[in-house]
């Protein structure tokens, strides 16, 4: 056993494994019968030479050689009939039967004759069969077999009407015989050219493609062994050409200087080396093209949506643009995406392509495909042909009504939120599994970028409806004052009017004089103007503090005056519950600048909170000083205080110890937005069960000036923008 | 012959004094009081009928005048008059406590006042809001 004998020996045993294997598949069939028994000659072929290129005597390798061809020969016949069978040409099984019985009549003359086999060449890697004086005729007679098979499988090929499976297996038969050809390169060593008959390796692969043709009826991978296979046996060819032109010219420069055929290899092997790559990537660029027209590029697919689709955070535009970009990369006749609604407890189509389907189709929950999806499969194929009962019907009416091929689902942490529908390729062709391994990885990463783009519209809804909420606390909380310095004021002017009128018809008045009446009259028109005064003046304040903040620094701001201002307007809210805010001002405070309304702000929050602290009686005490260069601001409550391990959180956003409904948490959080923008800064001491102390530090802006009217303020417009954020201490710890 | 005595507590004057314009022509007696303090030295020394109470006086010297009532024994109905549209807690509380009614500010009609008062002094100590 030699080395050269190896491959030939793996081949030989592969075809008679095939062989047998394919027949006893099916007994019955006549393809099966007809490719096994093309599989028996061509173990003949192959193992005749397996012993040929191991023998060292000459005549036995001659009588193996010749054992070999006859094999050789029979592959024709079979071939052919495999051909017929596989086609269903009843009307040319006379012609099958006529090559076998011409191959087995020349049998006796190959096997013993010199008309076939005229002798043996002496090749390095063993006798190899010399081709005899019938020798090219029956060359030209296999062929004619050969290409009649070819040309039938061509012109079915090209017929409309079959099923798509049919088609492809024609197609892919069709690619196997191309290939087989090449298996004919094994004649040239017969004819003397001194090439390693490496040709069976094609008729393998031939075999390889026909059998999972027959069994399989799904050609799966089939296209990926094709192509690794072509370019390998193509790169292997070319190296060997290499290797033996070096060779060949090598021994004629170098014979005389140096007898060693084997220097010519370091300068082949150097060739190999630098032409291999680049020679990989022109075949598999060539059978990409050529062999597989209709492919789509899956490296495009996958970049442009990595770049493109998913980083589309609006999710309606990210499922229009997937399933345009599917559709049409793809080649698919249609595609849809259908997504989980939580309201309705069902799929609705987000997206589709190409698919014309009522836009209120939404499939229930409980609907067996989609629990199958869930629970069991990655994906479900209509002709799945590995399938061995047929669909549900239930699964197979919703395929139907979407047109699709394929389905495959969305699922965000084991939880199906929705799935994706393709319909066929344009080109007929099946899912293969390399299609749907990739499709499986987009729908994971397409189930991220689809539960981002929810999130998204989540936290939006969220984030209005938490402004509302705050919008709706502070009102909630300014109601009672709005109510009783309005109400009071206008219920005053009522019914100093009612009773007066009252008192006049009730003859009250009667005995007194006109003058007297004019008198009372104008006394109570002045208590009328006295109220509605008072109700313009709160109704103002409201106003002024309900009105968003336009972000006007202002450098002649009273910290004294801004808190007087917020307590007066929570003060109503006080009064019921037992609670008395005091206040005591360091003299000449000086101004700071800040904006104004954002103070107002601050400082609503914080006493609020403290207010909200208390929970039966209790003071707020505020004090003021100043450094001369910073303003301190202490805001003390004898509430219910803040506990050592939420202190350092009472400033995050959303941070909250009300009930649910009661707080949204953003008070402290926009306190202290504010303040740092305000070039201030907060800190917090507190002691549960006694209370609580803010302390605000504002830098301070010159000397403090003569009380005026602060009417209009010289507000210096300040770029929106700025936020200088102090460096200053905030130190939120504990006590 | 007076009707009956009223005592109406509240810090705006303006208010007490209308009150006192319509309730004194039409017989019944009516004394003022603008804060806590000033309307329990007027219990002391009077017994009344009705007391007319804001609601802001609560928590401050309300609920002294509600006990003082209370330990009085006497036959004196509170009814609060009120700007304050929550107040869930306190009426119920003040309700459990005694109180016959409340009143809304504004007064949308001081005849219906009056008739509160009459009503208030006839039933019983627990009645219905107004």
């Known amino acids: ?58 005549q036995i390798a001659l009588r193996f050689c010749r054992i070999a061809c006859t094999g050789a020969m029979f592959t024709a016949p079979a071939f052919y009939h495999f051909t017929i069978s596989f086609l269903s040409k009843k009307n040319e099984i006379k012609y099958v039967a006529l090559a076998y019985i011409l191959t087995i009549m020349i049998t006796p003359l190959s096997l013993t004759s010199n008309l076939f086999l005229s002798g043996v060449y002496k090749y390095y890697w063993g006798y190899y069969s010399k081709a005899g004086f019938f020798h090219p005729f029956y060359l030209s007679v296999f062929f004619i077999i050969f290409f009649r098979g070819f040309y039938l499988l061509f012109k079915e090929r090209r017929k409309k009407e079959m099923k798509h499976i049919r088609k492809l297996q024609i ?69 060997y050409g290499v290797i033996v032109s070096f060779a060949y010219f090598g021994s004629i420069v170098f014979e005389n200087v140096v007898r060693n055929r084997w220097i010519a290899m370091v300068p082949s092997v150097f060739v190999i080396v630098l032409i291999l790559r680049p020679l990989e990537h022109f075949l598999r660029t060539i059978t990409d093209e050529y062999l597989f027209q209709k492919k789509y590029d899956y490296r495009q697919l996958l970049k442009i949506f990595a770049d493109d689709v998913l980083s589309v955070i609006e999710l309606k535009k990210l499922i229009s643009h997937t399933v345009e970009m599917l559709s049409q990369i793809m080649k698919l006749e249609n595609a849809a995406i259908l997504l989980y609604n939580e309201k309705s407890k069902k799929f609705h189509t987000a997206g589709m392509a190409d698919l014309v389907v009522d836009s209120n189709y939404a499939i229930d929950g409980s609907e067996k495909l989609l629990v199958l999806l869930d629970k069991k499969h990655n994906y479900i194929l209509r002709e799945d042909s590995g399938r061995v009962k047929p669909l549900p019907v239930d699964i197979e009416k919703v395929m139907n009504k979407l047109q699709s091929e394929l389905v495959l689902p969305l699922k965000h942490r084991e939880n199906l939120i929705g799935i994706v529908s393709l319909g066929k390729k344009k080109s007929d062709e099946d899912f293969t599994e390399e299609d749907i391994d990739m499709l499986l990885t987009l729908s994971r990463t397409l189930s991220i970028a689809i539960t981002n783009a929810q999130l998204f519209v989540r936290l939006a809804e969220a984030q209005a409806q938490d402004a509302q909420k705050e919008k709706m606390a502070v009102i909630g909380t300014l109601s009672a004052g709005i109510n009783h310095e309005i109400c009071n004021p206008l219920g005053i002017a009522r019914g100093q009017c009612e009773m007066f ?54 450098d002649n ?104 409904g009661k707080g949204t948490g953003l008070g402290l959080f926009i306190v202290k937005q504010i303040i740092e923008k305000n070039n201030g800064s907060i800190d917090v001491q507190s002691e549960p069960g006694k209370g609580t102390t803010f302390k605000l530090v504002f830098k301070a802006v010159g000397k403090h000036e003569e009380k005026e009217e602060i009417g209009k303020g010289e507000g210096k417009k300040v770029e929106s923008g700025r936020e200088r954020v102090e460096s200053g201490r905030e130190r939120v710890g504990g006590s | 012959m007076e009707k009956l005595k009223i005592i109406a507590v509240d810090d705006e004057i303006n208010f007490t004094d209308l009150l006192k314009q319509y309730f004194e022509p039409r017989n019944y007696g009516i004394d003022i009081a603008s804060n806590g303090d000033e309307a329990l030295n007027l219990l002391d020394h009077k017994k009344y009928d009705v007391v007319l109470m804001d609601l802001k006086m609560v928590g401050l010297d309300g609920d002294e005048i509600m006990k003082r009532i209370k330990t009085k024994k006497v036959d004196t109905r509170v009814i609060f008059i009120t700007a304050y549209a929550d107040s869930g807690k306190t009426k119920k509380r003040l309700l459990a406590e005694g109180a016959y009614a409340f009143v809304e500010k504004p007064i949308t009609s001081l005849k219906h006042l009056e008739t509160i008062v009459n009503e208030a002094v006839k039933k019983g100590k627990k009645g219905a809001l107004c």
Request: hydrophobic fraction near 45%; include cysteine; charge should be neutral.
């Open chain 1, 501 to 554: 009128l009252l008192n006049w018809a009730d003859g009250v008045y009667k005995d007194r004089t006109s003058e007297e009446l004019l008198e009372k009259a104008c006394e109570i028109m002045h208590k009328v103007i006295h109220e509605t005064d008072r109700a313009t003046v709160i109704t103002r304040k409201l106003s002024s503090f309900a009105k968003p903040a336009k972000g006007e620094i202002e």
């Open chain 1, 1 to 58: 056993m030699t080395v050269y004998s190896l491959p030939v020996l793996a081949g030989a045993l592969f075809s008679f494994t095939a062989g047998c294997y394919i027949y006893l598949n099916n007994r019955k069939s006549q393809n099966n019968i007809s490719f096994s028994l093309f599989c028996f000659a061509l173990f003949l072929w192959l193992f005749g030479y397996t012993i040929a290129y191991s023998i060292m005597d000459e």
């Open chain 1, 171 to 239: 197609k892919y038969v069709f690619i196997a015989y191309v290939v087989a050809l090449l298996g004919a390169i094994d004649y040239l060593p017969k004819y003397g050219i001194e090439i390693y008959p490496f040709g069976f390796m094609f008729v393998i692969l031939f075999i390889l493609i026909v059998a999972y043709a027959i069994i399989r009826h799904k050609l799966l991978d089939i296209e990926v062994i094709i192509k690794k296979t072509l370019v390998f046996a193509g790169l292997f060819g070319v190296s």
């Open chain 1, 557 to 660: 701001v009273r910290i004294e005056d801004e808190i007087q201002q917020v307590i007066s307007l929570v003060e109503h809210d006080l009064v019921l519950d037992n609670i008395s805010i005091t206040t005591k001002y360091q003299k000449k405070l000086p101004c700071i600048s800040a904006d104004r309304k954002q103070v107002q702000e601050i400082f609503f929050n914080i006493i609020r909170n403290a207010v909200q602290s208390i929970t039966d009686k209790g003071k707020v005490t505020i004090n003021v000083t100043s450094s001369g260069k910073n303003v301190f601001v202490a805001i003390t409550d004898t509430g219910v205080g803040i506990g050592k391990e939420h202190l350092s959180q009472i400033f995050n956003p959303f941070f909250t110890t009300k009930d649910p």
